[in-house]
Nanobody, 118 residues
């Protein structure tokens, strides 16, 4: 079973950038699709972006053109580069492995807090 740990969050001003990391341990990470999700206070968890084991990517409409998901299988890590951040991007960000239908199948970690000030 793959275990994932998120890091890289912080406080940034609107228009700034952050790079989140999702480090994996356990099973063969390179065989898994991985998704980034976020949850703001009072809101449901929202899917943000996904990357397949072959590097194909897909993004939610709210982040398209601003966020980039990538992976380094040699380092067992998936990244989320976030540019032109907006206050509405404020949330706890989580990563998870995905099944063939694009649904999260692992345990949720602690996440990493991203706060964007206006």
């Amino acid at each position: 079973q793959v275990q994932l740990v998120e890091s890289g969050g912080g406080l940034v001003q609107a228009g700034g950038s952050l790079r989140l990391s999702c480090a994996a341990s356990g099973s063969i990470f390179s065989a898994n699709a991985v998704g980034w999700y976020r949850q703001a206070p009072g809101n449901e968890r929202e899917w943000v972006a996904a990357i397949t084991n072959f590097g194909g990517t897909k993004y939610g409409d709210s982040v398209k053109g601003r966020f980039t998901i990538s992976r380094d299988n040699a380092k067992n890590t998936v990244y989320l580069q976030m540019n032109n951040l907006k206050p509405e991007d404020t949330a706890v960000y989580y990563c998870n492995t995905l099944n063939g239908l694009g649904r999260p199948i692992g345990s949720w970690g602690q996440g990493t807090q991203v706060t964007v000030s206006s």
